[in-house]
Nanobody, 127 residues
Framework: QVQLVESGGGLVQAGDSLRLSCAAS????????MGWFRQAPGKEREFVAG????????KYADSVKGRFTVSRDNAKNTVYLQMLSLKPEDTAVYYC????????????????????WGQGTQVTVSS
């Protein structure tokens, strides 16, 4: 099973930017849609953004549309989440995950559609 490792989180101020990376090892993720989820304390894990296996289709939660951009570099086996204009409500642990189904053109948004998960990276946005 592929292993995913997120990086790039940190403590920033409102309005700042961060770029998260999700590096895969032990296998290729180029055949799979990839998703970013986040979980704040006391809340359920929620979908943030996703990209299909070719990188042609993306999907975003309404709360991050226009501020976050998901992309992938299949040659590097890596997925990215560029986050602009961060808000305190973006504070959470961010996880990347790989789709259970390969070559899916649509972007799944349910966490039950994803198999491999990273350990998460903390993003804290102060006001």
């Amino acid at each position: 099973q592929v292993q995913l490792v997120e990086s790039g989180g940190g403590l920033v101020q409102a309005g700042d930017s961060l770029r998260l990376s999700c590096a895969a090892s032990g296998g290729t993720v180029s055949r799979y849609a990839m998703g970013w989820f986040r979980q704040a304390p006391g809340k359920e894990r929620e979908f943030v953004a996703g990209v299909n296996w070719r990188g042609a289709n993306t999907k975003y939660a309404d709360s991050v549309k226009g501020r976050f951009t998901v992309s992938r570099d299949n040659a590097k086996n890596t997925v990215y989440l560029q986050m602009l204009s961060l808000k305190p409500e973006d504070t959470a642990v961010y996880y990347c995950a790989a789709d259970l189904t390969f070559f899916r053109d649509r972007v799944p948004t349910s966490r039950h559609d994803f198999g491999s998960w990273g350990q998460g990276t903390q993003v804290t946005v102060s006001s």
